[in-house]
């Protein structure tokens, strides 16, 4: 294959990762709901399997390396970056990370950056630039990269910020660490793990989970039609278990969608209500457990005013959060979330757990749970749950339960992971959710 031939054969990925990557960090849409259409009709509907993949790989890594790109990208764009330029900004970053971090030699990401631009009407005037700046990116970027601190520089100062106030400089470090190398998939299977894991060429966790690394898609992979597990990182497996054996017991799953809880109360023998307030959620959700052959009452509903008749034996609020613990698999929430969706949420949770325990019948058990690095969302919402409703105590994790002996289980009974916790023998096989998770009891 000639060398214009091969170029033009790697521009479509190129032009799909450049328009997503313009999507989130300039159109501020959340990456999966464009990946998402970009499945039934937009972005990279019409590209096989294998571009698909690289622009997913191109965006990713531009995402996660995005602090040290920058910092190389404005040691060679003297006057900065010119304004209303379209997509050029997009060209430029994952230029850089395809010369910086994906091997790909610098003829060809130089030669497609510069026909992206020209292709671009607002980017056009700019072909001269994106060539030059590119050129030195492939020159000297080794040598500015490594002055750098990556997890530092890559972690905006907005996050970073809280994640020292909150767990000192040492594990921020090894939080924003966590976050340079994309998650595994860790599937919660409905039997059978060890099958599933040779069938998969995964891993069986001591929780009983299957991890594999990422490949393709997941309709593809076998079981995923019969039904024979879901996708669900092993942190997120958590919570619903500190329920307990839920057999003959009267669950309402609050904040349900898409189902992965939902799906595990039911495995555990609960009837299950499982509610939550976005209609094609929880279409979703109801999906989800026909493909696994399960049964649930489902209600659209706000969990934050709902009162049913009847009061429930247990309650899992897995409540909507800034899912900071979760930017291992989605790199684009540093850049689309801020302090105030924090405290907007706080106030949500609040209201949601004050709900919750008025539909608690008395001695029941809550757990409350989110995928949340930040204490606003989790250690401090308990605490101050508990000074609103002194009935209201924690339920404390037991040793002689399953993880209760884990490094995941505090003094105080909660249980908190981070997302460089669960290390096996490398990285890509490394890590959980960030997630936290309390059980609350009634009395009276
Ligand atoms: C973290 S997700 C839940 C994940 C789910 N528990 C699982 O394991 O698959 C949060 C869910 O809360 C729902 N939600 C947000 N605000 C809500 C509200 N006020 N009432 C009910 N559901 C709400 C969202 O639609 C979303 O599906």
């Known amino acids: 294959m000639s060398r214009t031939r091969d170029h033009q054969v790697g521009l479509p990925a190129r032009r799909a990762a450049t328009n997503l990557l313009d999507a989130v960090l300039q159109k501020k849409q959340p990456l999966d709901d464009v990946l998402g259409r970009a499945q039934d009709g937009g972005y990279m509907f019409d590209l096989p399997a294998r571009d698909r993949a690289l622009a997913r790989a191109i965006v990713g890594t531009?995402?996660?390396?995005?602090?040290?790109?920058?910092?190389?990208?404005?040691?060679?764009?003297?006057?900065?970056?010119?304004?209303?330029?379209?997509t050029l900004y997009p060209i430029l970053l994952s230029g850089a990370a395809q010369l910086l971090f994906m091997n790909v030699p610098a003829h060809a990401a130089l030669d497609l950056a510069v026909r992206l631009a020209q292709w671009d009407p607002k980017a056009k005037?700019?072909?001269?630039?994106?060539?030059?700046?590119?050129?030195?990116?492939?020159?000297?970027?080794?040598?500015?990269?490594?002055?750098?601190?990556?997890?530092?520089?890559?972690?905006?100062?907005?996050?970073?910020?809280?994640?020292v106030r909150a767990w000192g400089k040492e594990r921020a470090l090894e939080i924003a660490a966590s976050h340079l190398v994309e998650a595994p998939l860790d599937l919660t299977v409905k039997s059978d793990p060890e099958g599933w894991a040779?069938?998969?060429?995964?891993?069986?966790?001591?929780?009983?989970?299957?991890?594999?690394?990422?490949?393709?898609?997941?309709?593809?992979?076998?079981?995923?039609?019969?039904?024979?597990?879901?996708?669900?990182?092993?942190?997120?497996?958590?919570p619903a278990k500190m329920l307990g054996d839920l057999a003959g017991k009267r669950v309402a799953d609050l904040c349900a969608a898409p189902g992965g809880k939902t799906a595990q109360?039911?495995?555990a023998g609960a009837t299950v209500v499982a509610v939550d307030s976005?209609?094609?959620?929880?279409?979703?959700?109801?999906?989800n457990l026909k493909r696994l052959g399960l049964a649930a009452e489902t209600i659209q509903a706000d969990a934050a005013t709902w009162q049913p008749e009847e009061r429930f034996d247990a309650i899992l609020l897995d409540a909507p959060c800034s899912s900071t613990g979760t930017i291992r698999r989605h790199p684009d929430i540093p850049y689309l979330k801020s302090d105030k969706d924090i405290a907007e949420l706080a106030g949500l949770q609040a209201r949601l757990l004050d709900n919750a325990v008025s539909l608690l019948k008395p001695g029941g058990t809550l757990v409350y749970s989110t995928c949340s690095l930040e204490p606003e969302e989790g250690e401090a919402q308990v605490a101050a749950l508990m000074a609103r409703n002194p009935a209201i105590r924690i339920d404390p994790l037991?040793?002689?339960?399953?993880?209760?002996?884990?490094?995941?289980?505090?003094?105080?009974?909660?249980?908190?992971?981070?997302?460089?916790?669960?290390?096996?023998?490398?990285p890509e096989w490394s890590g959980m959710d960030g997630f936290f998770a309390a059980r609350l009891t009634r009395e009276g």
């Open 265 to 267: 109360l039911l495995l």
């Open 198 to 238: 040779e069938r998969l060429e995964g891993r069986v966790l001591p929780s009983g989970s299957v991890r594999l690394l990422p490949k393709g898609r997941i309709e593809e992979l076998p079981g995923f039609s019969e039904g024979g597990w879901w996708v669900q990182d092993v942190a997120a497996s958590l």
């Open 125 to 163: 005037r700019y072909d001269k630039l994106v060539n030059a700046v590119l050129r030195r990116v492939a020159d000297k970027g080794t040598e500015i990269l490594s002055k750098l601190n990556a997890p530092r520089v890559n972690t905006p100062d907005w996050l970073w910020d809280r994640w």
């Open 62 to 86: 531009s995402l996660r390396r995005r602090g040290q790109l920058d910092a190389v990208l404005n040691s060679f764009l003297e006057r900065g970056l010119p304004a209303k330029a379209g």
């Open 278 to 287: 976005s209609p094609t959620r929880l279409k979703l959700l109801e999906q």
């Open 398 to 426: 037991r040793p002689d339960e399953p993880f209760g002996d884990t490094e995941w289980a505090q003094a105080s009974g909660i249980l908190r992971t981070f997302p460089f916790q669960f290390q096996l023998d490398s």
